[in-house]
């Protein structure tokens, strides 16, 4: 196990690195600068201002510079937001984004692979037929379309619940948002869980299992589900990753102020360092649960070694 933790440590390091040094090299690439404004600044004051960020340096110095700061743990000021360092936003936004990723990925887990299993017992059945359609219909209409229609039958033509805002993260503003990252997350889980399922249940020890008398819950829970949901594992890190860090599209719909938004904001703007700040919490998120993701498929399968 300790070796196991050692090599993933190793690999990481550089895979960030790597991470910071294309998206820095990127963001410096791309057209326009985070001081271009419909107002011109005078020659003096942009060199001033350019001098106070480290702008003016040579951009092979500025490299250095950045990433040694985040190897200390301090990723900049933001260039856009006065007195704000990048810590600091994110420090104040990430919470909305957290409780709606983690809200979404476990619903979406649960009914997922609730849904895959019982459309695997009842292959080519209504059931199944009717599960996978909802399943395909979930994954083809994107969140942008999904998003206006529930808050027009649920908030605007019934008036159940409210149609954005946070309010302090009060039940009543989470669940359209939470639902609408839920739903293509249960398309997906519920495509994976059914596929892993039916092999599962053409396996030498499962048709063991039935050989012996067992009853079929207890095939199905001690003896199928485990390699069953192997693929669900491995789809959970990157996509847990992906809702925690944000989504724009449900942040804008519904007026929350998560991280998605404050991303696609500083792109917008050249805020270098925001963006820089997303993009190496996003890298790290997904390293840090593609490593948990391998533990637990080792604990699932025997066959699984961490040496």
Same mark, same amino acid.
């Given at each position: ?42 020659? &003096?004051?942009? !060199? ?5 960020? $480290? ?13 040694? *700061?985040?190897?200390?743990?301090? %990723? ?7 007195? !704000? ?22 619903? *979406? ?20 037929? @009717? ?6 219909? @979930? ?19 019934? $008036?159940? %619940? ?6 302090? @993260? ?28 039916? &092999?599962?249940?053409?396996?030498? =020890? ?5 050989? !012996?008398?067992?009853? $079929? ?5 001690? =003896? ?21 860090? *944000? ?10 102020? $998560? ?17 820089? *700040? ?10 840090? %649960? ?18």
């Amino acid at each position: 196990m300790l070796r196991f933790l050692a090599r993933r440590l190793l690999v990481a390091v550089p895979t960030l690195l790597l991470v910071i040094t294309l998206a820095f090299f990127m963001m410096r690439a791309a057209p326009g600068g985070p001081f271009d404004t419909d107002r011109r600044l005078s020659p &003096e004051i942009e !060199k001033n201002v350019l001098a106070r960020y $480290g702008l003016d340096r040579p951009l092979g110095e500025q490299y250095v510079t950045y990433v040694a *700061g985040v190897a200390r743990g301090d %990723l900049g000021p933001s260039l856009k937001y006065r007195d !704000k360092t990048v810590l600091q936003i994110l420090k104040e936004n990430y919470l909305v984004s957290l409780v709606l990723g983690l809200s979404a990925m476990v619903i *979406g887990s649960l009914a997922g692979v609730g849904l895959g299993v019982l459309a695997a017992l009842k292959r080519d059945g209504a059931l199944d037929r @009717g599960a996978m359609a909802l399943a395909v219909l @979930g994954v083809c209409i994107p969140t942008f379309v999904t998003a206006p229609l529930l808050v027009l039958l649920f908030a605007s033509t019934l $008036g159940w %619940l409210p149609s954005a805002g946070w309010n302090g @993260g009060a039940l009543a503003n989470l669940i359209l948002p939470v639902l609408v990252l839920a739903l293509p997350q249960v398309a997906v889980i519920s495509r994976l869980t059914r596929a892993g399922m039916i &092999e599962s249940l053409r396996s030498n =020890h499962v048709r063991t299992a039935r050989a !012996k008398g067992l009853s $079929g819950s207890r095939i199905v829970l001690r =003896h199928a589900m485990r390699p069953a949901v192997l693929p669900v594992v491995s789809y959970l890190g990157p996509a847990t990753a992906a809702l925690i860090t *944000g989504s724009l599209v449900v942040e804008r719909i519904f007026n929350l102020p $998560g991280l998605g938004k404050f991303f696609v904001l500083s792109a917008l703007q050249r805020d270098y360092t925001v963006v820089m *700040g997303m993009v190496i919490i996003y890298a790290a998120l997904i390293l840090l %649960l593609n490593l948990i993701a391998d533990l637990v498929q080792a604990a699932l399968d025997p066959r699984v070694k961490l040496s």
